[in-house]
């Protein structure tokens, strides 16, 4: 079975530019969750989505949103980029809703670099 | 708020166990989870823990928590080159509603020596 797959893998923007990441998850799971990970704040969570709806979504600001399709496929959006978005965007997929009772698999994530 | 603390470097010889160790602040914690970091890539869940469990066990690694002290450690014994890695501890909490999401370690860098 396909683990879970984030497209690109790099990616160098401009500051003010905005930018999509996508992520596929493991056939069959529902549940898509997006962390950023930097080397000043390590992992932080970003959102869940289960179902095509936002469930969670952690302290950033609106410059980040995001949104899951039919076929649970995600994206998420950075609009108004700023140096300090430079990170590795990861996306993980569960089967359930809930992580606690399904846990998260992990893509290889987007290192996303804003100059 | 939560958190989760662990040291930041481990060296060990090969051959060695090695316990990588983590505290934990959410009493409402269901599951703790170890995920594994190597250069370039992204997170590998390598197991997980329910938190009315003491100990679990798979192969190599070995997962004991102690409840009452809010303490969870990973021993990965026989420790080889390849688990040169960070390793990462986690915590399901209650976040809203009836939405969790998981609250991270800073990591622990294991050096594995020849």
């Known amino acids: 079975k396909a683990g879970v797959t984030q497209t690109p893998r790099y990616l160098i923007k401009t500051r003010g530019q905005q930018v999509t990441l996508s992520c596929s998850p493991i056939?069959?799971?529902?549940?898509v969750s997006w962390y950023q990970q930097t080397p000043g704040q390590g992992l932080q969570f970003l959102f869940e989505?289960?179902?095509?709806?936002?469930?969670n979504k952690g302290n950033f600001p609106g410059r980040f949103s995001g949104r899951q399709f039919s076929n649970s496929r995600s994206e998420m959006n950075v609009s108004t980029l700023e140096l300090g978005d430079s990170a590795l965007y990861l996306c993980?997929?569960?089967?359930?809703?809930?992580?606690?009772?399904?846990?998260?698999?992990f893509g290889n994530g987007t290192r996303l670099t804003v100059t | 708020g939560e958190d989760v603390e662990q040291s930041l470097f481990l060296s060990v010889r090969e051959g060695d166990s090695s316990v990588i160790n983590c505290t934990y602040t959410?009493?409402?914690?269901?599951?703790l989870y170890w995920y594994k970091q190597e250069p370039g890539a992204g997170l590998q869940l390598l197991t997980y823990?329910?938190?009315?469990?003491d100990m679990k066990q798979d192969q190599r690694l070995t997962v004991l928590l102690n409840k009452k002290d809010k303490h969870l450690s990973l021993r990965i014994a026989d420790t080889q080159t390849g688990d040169s890695a960070i390793y990462f501890c986690?915590?399901?909490?209650?976040?809203?509603?009836?939405?969790?999401?998981?609250?991270f370690g800073s990591g622990t860098q294991l050096t594995v020596l020849p």
């Open positions: 993980a997929s569960s089967l359930a809703e809930h992580s606690y009772n399904s846990p998260l698999h």
């Open positions: 056939s069959g799971h529902r549940s």
């Open positions: 989505y289960f179902s095509e709806t936002q469930r």
């Open positions: 959410d009493s409402s914690s269901t599951y």
């Open positions: 823990i329910f938190s009315n469990m």
């Open positions: 986690a915590e399901s909490f209650l976040s809203s509603g009836s939405a969790r999401q998981l609250t």
